[in-house]
Protein backbone atom coordinates (compact mmCIF):
# COMPACT_ATOMS: atom_id res chain seq x y z
CA UNK A 1 0.00 0.00 0.00
CA UNK A 2 1.29 3.58 -1.02
CA UNK A 3 2.35 5.78 2.66
CA UNK A 4 2.52 9.31 2.25
CA UNK A 5 4.80 10.80 4.80
CA UNK A 6 3.44 14.26 6.23
CA UNK A 7 6.44 16.00 7.74
CA UNK A 8 5.47 17.90 11.26
CA UNK A 9 8.63 18.71 12.76
CA UNK A 10 12.65 19.65 11.93
CA UNK A 11 15.79 20.53 12.64
CA UNK A 12 18.54 21.79 10.28
CA UNK A 13 20.89 22.23 13.33
CA UNK A 14 21.72 25.40 11.37
CA UNK A 15 22.47 27.25 14.51
CA UNK A 16 25.37 28.17 17.14
CA UNK A 17 27.01 25.33 19.18
CA UNK A 18 24.93 23.39 21.67
CA UNK A 19 26.60 21.55 24.21
CA UNK A 20 24.47 19.76 25.48
CA UNK A 21 21.60 19.50 22.63
CA UNK A 22 18.99 21.85 23.15
CA UNK A 23 17.41 24.20 20.69
CA UNK A 24 15.74 25.66 23.59
CA UNK A 25 14.54 22.73 25.06
CA UNK A 26 13.09 20.49 22.07
CA UNK A 27 15.53 18.30 22.63
CA UNK A 28 16.46 15.63 25.22
CA UNK A 29 18.88 12.96 25.90
CA UNK A 30 18.32 9.94 27.60
CA UNK A 31 21.04 7.15 29.82
CA UNK A 32 22.36 3.79 28.97
CA UNK A 33 24.02 2.77 32.16
CA UNK A 34 21.80 1.36 34.70
CA UNK A 35 22.54 2.70 37.85
CA UNK A 36 24.28 5.98 37.00
CA UNK A 37 21.28 8.45 37.60
CA UNK A 38 17.67 7.92 36.34
CA UNK A 39 16.81 6.52 32.98
CA UNK A 40 15.92 9.90 31.77
CA UNK A 41 18.79 12.03 31.35
CA UNK A 42 17.97 15.39 30.38
CA UNK A 43 19.92 16.68 27.14
CA UNK A 44 23.04 14.89 28.55
CA UNK A 45 24.74 12.44 26.22
CA UNK A 46 24.50 14.97 22.30
CA UNK A 47 25.69 18.24 21.47
CA UNK A 48 25.73 20.10 18.67
CA UNK A 49 28.76 21.17 16.92
CA UNK A 50 29.69 22.97 13.32
CA UNK A 51 25.96 22.56 12.13
CA UNK A 52 26.15 18.29 13.01
CA UNK A 53 25.26 16.26 16.01
CA UNK A 54 27.85 14.28 18.30
CA UNK A 55 28.24 12.72 21.27
CA UNK A 56 29.54 14.18 24.23
CA UNK A 57 30.94 11.02 25.77
CA UNK A 58 32.75 8.66 25.20
CA UNK A 59 31.25 4.84 24.67
CA UNK A 60 27.48 6.19 24.60
CA UNK A 61 24.41 6.04 22.98
CA UNK A 62 23.01 9.35 23.21
CA UNK A 63 19.18 8.80 22.54
CA UNK A 64 17.74 12.20 21.79
CA UNK A 65 13.88 12.36 21.32
CA UNK A 66 11.95 15.77 19.89
CA UNK A 67 10.05 16.95 23.03
CA UNK A 68 7.91 19.78 20.61
CA UNK A 69 4.09 20.65 20.77
CA UNK A 70 3.17 18.56 17.20
CA UNK A 71 0.26 16.01 17.92
CA UNK A 72 2.40 12.96 16.25
CA UNK A 73 -0.08 10.21 15.05
CA UNK A 74 0.36 6.78 16.20
CA UNK A 75 1.41 5.83 12.98
CA UNK A 76 4.84 7.82 12.44
CA UNK A 77 8.44 8.36 11.27
CA UNK A 78 11.92 9.27 11.96
CA UNK A 79 14.69 10.37 9.93
CA UNK A 80 18.02 11.87 9.57
CA UNK A 81 20.96 12.51 6.88
CA UNK A 82 24.12 10.49 7.56
CA UNK A 83 26.93 13.19 7.84
CA UNK A 84 29.87 10.91 9.00
CA UNK A 85 30.45 7.51 10.51
CA UNK A 86 33.40 4.84 10.84
CA UNK A 87 33.25 1.51 12.05
CA UNK A 88 33.64 2.47 15.43
CA UNK A 89 30.18 4.67 15.70
CA UNK A 90 26.64 3.87 14.58
CA UNK A 91 23.53 5.62 14.14
CA UNK A 92 19.97 5.16 14.89
CA UNK A 93 16.26 6.75 14.27
CA UNK A 94 13.75 6.69 16.95
CA UNK A 95 9.80 6.08 16.84
CA UNK A 96 7.81 5.41 19.65
CA UNK A 97 10.11 6.37 22.50
CA UNK A 98 7.73 5.63 25.62
CA UNK A 99 7.66 8.66 27.63
CA UNK A 100 7.17 6.44 30.80
CA UNK A 101 10.90 5.68 30.81
CA UNK A 102 12.21 7.64 27.82
CA UNK A 103 13.91 4.14 27.21
CA UNK A 104 11.60 1.87 25.09
CA UNK A 105 10.55 2.20 21.45
CA UNK A 106 11.54 1.18 18.41
CA UNK A 107 14.77 1.96 16.61
CA UNK A 108 16.93 1.20 13.57
CA UNK A 109 20.63 0.97 14.26
CA UNK A 110 23.49 1.46 10.91
CA UNK A 111 26.72 0.61 11.52
CA UNK A 112 28.38 1.50 8.62
CA UNK A 113 31.00 -0.46 6.69
CA UNK A 114 33.83 2.05 5.36
CA UNK A 115 35.87 -0.60 3.13
CA UNK A 116 32.32 -1.77 0.94
CA UNK A 117 30.41 1.32 1.10
CA UNK A 118 27.68 -0.92 3.21
CA UNK A 119 25.76 -0.44 6.77
CA UNK A 120 24.77 -3.96 8.62
CA UNK A 121 21.19 -2.47 9.57
CA UNK A 122 19.46 -3.79 12.83
CA UNK A 123 15.82 -3.25 13.82
CA UNK A 124 15.33 -3.18 17.21
CA UNK A 125 13.04 -2.81 19.72
CA UNK A 126 13.88 -1.56 23.73
CA UNK A 127 11.77 -2.74 26.37
CA UNK A 128 13.16 -0.12 29.15
CA UNK A 129 16.73 -1.77 28.72
CA UNK A 130 18.62 1.35 28.00
CA UNK A 131 19.70 2.43 24.33
CA UNK A 132 22.64 0.31 24.06
CA UNK A 133 20.77 -2.99 25.02
CA UNK A 134 18.29 -4.06 22.93
CA UNK A 135 15.56 -6.60 24.39
CA UNK A 136 14.61 -7.90 20.89
CA UNK A 137 16.43 -7.89 17.59
CA UNK A 138 13.56 -7.63 14.95
CA UNK A 139 15.18 -7.80 11.68
CA UNK A 140 18.49 -7.27 10.45
CA UNK A 141 20.24 -6.94 6.55
CA UNK A 142 23.17 -5.48 4.84
CA UNK A 143 22.56 -2.68 1.99
CA UNK A 144 24.89 -0.03 0.00
CA UNK A 145 24.82 3.21 2.52
CA UNK A 146 26.80 6.48 1.82
CA UNK A 147 27.34 9.46 3.35
CA UNK A 148 24.86 12.18 2.80
CA UNK A 149 21.92 9.18 2.65
CA UNK A 150 18.70 9.71 4.43
CA UNK A 151 17.78 6.93 6.89
CA UNK A 152 13.87 6.56 7.97
CA UNK A 153 12.57 3.99 10.21
CA UNK A 154 8.34 4.23 10.49
CA UNK A 155 5.97 2.38 12.35
CA UNK A 156 2.67 1.90 11.32
CA UNK A 157 0.16 0.00 12.53
CA UNK A 158 2.15 -2.95 13.98
CA UNK A 159 4.28 -2.83 11.17
CA UNK A 160 8.55 -1.37 11.62
CA UNK A 161 9.93 -0.88 8.63
CA UNK A 162 13.21 0.85 7.39
CA UNK A 163 14.14 3.06 4.69
CA UNK A 164 17.54 4.56 2.54
CA UNK A 165 16.88 7.44 0.89
CA UNK A 166 12.77 6.91 0.56
CA UNK A 167 13.47 3.05 -0.59
CA UNK A 168 12.21 -0.03 2.14
CA UNK A 169 14.62 -2.00 2.95
CA UNK A 170 13.62 -3.83 5.52
CA UNK A 171 10.38 -4.52 7.45
CA UNK A 172 8.82 -6.44 10.47
CA UNK A 173 5.41 -7.08 12.72
CA UNK A 174 5.53 -6.36 16.31
CA UNK A 175 2.58 -5.55 18.30
CA UNK A 176 4.22 -4.28 21.92
CA UNK A 177 3.90 -0.47 21.29
CA UNK A 178 1.33 1.38 19.56
CA UNK A 179 2.38 5.06 20.17
CA UNK A 180 5.31 6.92 21.11
CA UNK A 181 7.75 9.96 21.25
CA UNK A 182 10.21 10.23 17.63
CA UNK A 183 13.71 11.01 17.98
CA UNK A 184 17.62 9.65 16.91
CA UNK A 185 20.65 8.19 18.53
CA UNK A 186 24.09 8.48 17.98
CA UNK A 187 27.09 6.55 19.52
CA UNK A 188 31.26 6.20 19.25
CA UNK A 189 33.21 4.11 21.33
CA UNK A 190 36.42 6.47 21.41
CA UNK A 191 37.22 10.24 22.09
CA UNK A 192 39.36 10.16 18.75
CA UNK A 193 35.93 9.19 16.87
CA UNK A 194 33.87 11.39 17.64
CA UNK A 195 34.20 13.74 14.91
CA UNK A 196 34.18 10.92 12.47
CA UNK A 197 29.73 10.71 14.32
CA UNK A 198 27.80 13.02 12.66
CA UNK A 199 24.39 13.19 11.57
CA UNK A 200 22.42 16.69 9.98
CA UNK A 201 18.93 17.68 9.06
CA UNK A 202 16.75 15.35 10.84
CA UNK A 203 13.50 15.31 10.20
CA UNK A 204 9.75 13.13 11.86
CA UNK A 205 5.84 13.24 11.58
CA UNK A 206 2.87 11.13 10.32
CA UNK A 207 2.43 8.62 7.63
CA UNK A 208 -0.97 7.82 6.52
CA UNK A 209 -1.89 5.94 3.07
CA UNK A 210 -1.82 7.91 -0.21
CA UNK A 211 -5.08 9.12 -1.83
CA UNK A 212 -6.60 7.24 -3.79
CA UNK A 213 -7.60 7.78 -7.76
CA UNK A 214 -11.36 5.88 -8.25
CA UNK A 215 -11.53 4.16 -12.00
CA UNK A 216 -15.04 3.51 -12.53
CA UNK A 217 -15.47 0.47 -14.48
CA UNK A 218 -19.20 0.15 -14.94
CA UNK A 219 -22.33 2.08 -13.85
CA UNK A 220 -25.24 0.39 -14.11
CA UNK A 221 -28.83 1.41 -15.00
CA UNK A 222 -29.42 1.24 -10.87
CA UNK A 223 -27.57 3.58 -10.10
CA UNK A 224 -24.86 1.47 -8.73
CA UNK A 225 -21.30 2.56 -8.94
CA UNK A 226 -18.82 -0.73 -8.76
CA UNK A 227 -15.34 0.40 -7.79
CA UNK A 228 -12.59 -1.70 -9.39
CA UNK A 229 -9.47 0.01 -8.68
CA UNK A 230 -7.46 2.70 -6.56
CA UNK A 231 -4.43 4.67 -7.82
CA UNK A 232 -3.58 7.97 -6.52
CA UNK A 233 -3.54 10.71 -9.24
CA UNK A 234 -7.54 11.56 -8.03
CA UNK A 235 -8.32 11.30 -11.73
CA UNK A 236 -12.05 9.08 -12.54
CA UNK A 237 -11.86 6.99 -15.25
CA UNK A 238 -15.50 5.73 -16.45
CA UNK A 239 -14.95 2.65 -18.16
CA UNK A 240 -18.40 1.92 -19.12
CA UNK A 241 -22.12 4.01 -19.12
CA UNK A 242 -25.60 2.08 -19.38
CA UNK A 243 -28.51 3.94 -19.63
CA UNK A 244 -27.17 6.01 -17.31
CA UNK A 245 -29.01 8.53 -15.44
CA UNK A 246 -27.88 11.95 -14.06
CA UNK A 247 -26.59 11.44 -10.48
CA UNK A 248 -25.08 13.79 -7.83
CA UNK A 249 -22.22 12.21 -5.79
CA UNK A 250 -22.63 13.48 -2.55
CA UNK A 251 -19.76 11.29 -0.06
CA UNK A 252 -16.85 9.07 -1.15
CA UNK A 253 -16.08 7.06 1.49
CA UNK A 254 -12.42 5.20 2.62
CA UNK A 255 -14.31 1.87 1.97
CA UNK A 256 -14.99 3.13 -1.56
CA UNK A 257 -18.38 3.11 -1.14
CA UNK A 258 -20.14 6.14 -2.88
CA UNK A 259 -23.42 7.33 -1.83
CA UNK A 260 -25.72 8.98 -4.42
CA UNK A 261 -27.86 11.93 -3.00
CA UNK A 262 -29.84 12.54 -5.86
CA UNK A 263 -30.38 10.38 -8.80
CA UNK A 264 -32.66 12.17 -12.57
CA UNK A 265 -33.63 10.95 -15.85
CA UNK A 266 -31.35 12.35 -18.31
Given at each position: ???????????????????????????????????????????????????????LEDGRFS???????????????????????????????????????????YKAIVEPFAQTGTALVFIDRQDNSGPANPSA????????????????????????????????????????YASGKIGFGTFHYFLGTRNNNAISSWAGGMVSPALSEVDFREIESSGEVQLQSVE????VQLQSVSLCPKATFGELTSSGEVQITSLDSV
Open positions: MPLVFTQLASDNFQRPDESPLSNGGLWSSTDDVAGDGPPFKKNGLAQLRSGAVTNQSLWLGPENFTNDQYSEFTYLAADQVTYHGPIVRAQTVDYQSGRLATGEFPCQLGDVLRIAAVGNVISFYINGVQKLTVVDNTSSGE
